[in-house]
């Protein structure tokens, strides 16, 4: 048995050890927690960002394939517009590597319209408006099944995230 003085400073030493370490403990618990939501958050909503700049991806590939049918049927050439890939691409491999599959295919995809675009242009390549027009039927289905894979994709993230 301790006598009375042994025992109350005993339970000094183990009550300041106690609040010192609570001092220390709580709050850098606590921080670790609020950085870990914020970058979450933060996480969350580049992904948000991610599929909006893919629909923006999708949106340029499909007036890409309207162009090469306007070469060859009278219907009015399409108003161009910009191709945010090189952001998406950067985007995606920063905040969400898991999808990189999928936008490495969107990319592909995008590097073949845009090369066969400038083959054409320049005159290095030449189609007859049947095979414009099979290529367009081609690259159609493709560039569909591709986006709709990335937004799937993109959308189980985000509920992973989400949680």
């Given at each position: 048995m301790?006598?009375?003085?042994?025992t109350i400073i005993l339970a000094a030493a183990i009550g300041a050890g106690a609040s010192i370490l609570s001092g220390l403990v709580i709050p850098y618990v606590t921080q670790r927690l609020n950085k870990k939501e914020e970058t979450r958050k933060f996480t969350l909503e580049k992904v948000e960002e991610i599929y909006f700049l893919a629909s923006d991806v999708k949106l340029w590939i499909d007036t890409q394939l309207w162009l090469f049918a306007s070469w060859v049927s009278?219907?009015?050439?399409?108003?161009?517009?910009?191709n945010p890939l090189h952001e998406l691409v950067g985007l995606t491999l920063f905040y969400a590597p898991s999808l990189e599959p999928e936008v490495m295919l969107l990319s592909k995809?995008?590097?073949?319209?845009?090369?066969?675009?400038?083959?054409?242009?320049?005159?290095?390549?030449t189609l007859t408006p049947r095979e414009v027009m099979d290529y367009v039927i081609k690259h159609k289905p493709e560039s569909d099944e591709a986006f709709e894979n990335f937004v799937s994709s993109t959308k189980n993230l985000r509920e992973k995230l989400s949680k």
């Open positions: 301790l006598d009375q003085n042994t009278p219907t009015p050439k399409p108003e161009e517009v910009e995809i995008v590097g073949n319209l845009h090369k066969t675009r400038l083959e054409l242009e320049t005159g290095l390549k």
